[in-house]
């Protein structure tokens, strides 16, 4: 992931924060939840619970993410592509992701085995962005 975007995420995303995820119906409009994000070295993570972002995402594998600065204008949106998986290295990742939110205690609580009919994990792969409002920090 290029470096600029990830300072500007973790400059504005906790862990446990919720963004707004939209993908493309079948009618061409708009579906927009939010969700928790993680990061990976390469992607962004979504825990996908929901059929419709799923098939969603099957047919069109474009997506875009919000996440702002409460009270202010700074913010940061991510468009690019998702591919939705549920293998063993997607759970570990999803392990991960839900551990970094909400510590083992939290993972315990959560913990469910990633399965094409239940939890997915979606990875983004960032291919344009815009951030605004937030300092490069060094």
Known sequence: MDSKLRKAIEAIHAPADWVHFATIGRDGAPHVTPLMMGLSTDHLLFSLTGKQKVRN??????ACVSMARPGSMAHVI?????????????????????????????LEQRQRGLSAEGTQ????TPRHWRIYGIEERN
């Open 57 to 62: 995402l099957e047919r069109d594998p474009r």
């Open 78 to 106: 991510v468009w690019g592509t998702v591919a939705v998986r549920h293998d063993a290295e997607a759970q570990v990742l999803w392990d991960e992701m839900i551990r970094n939110a909400f510590g083992d205690a939290g």
């Open 121 to 124: 994990l979606g990875l983004l």
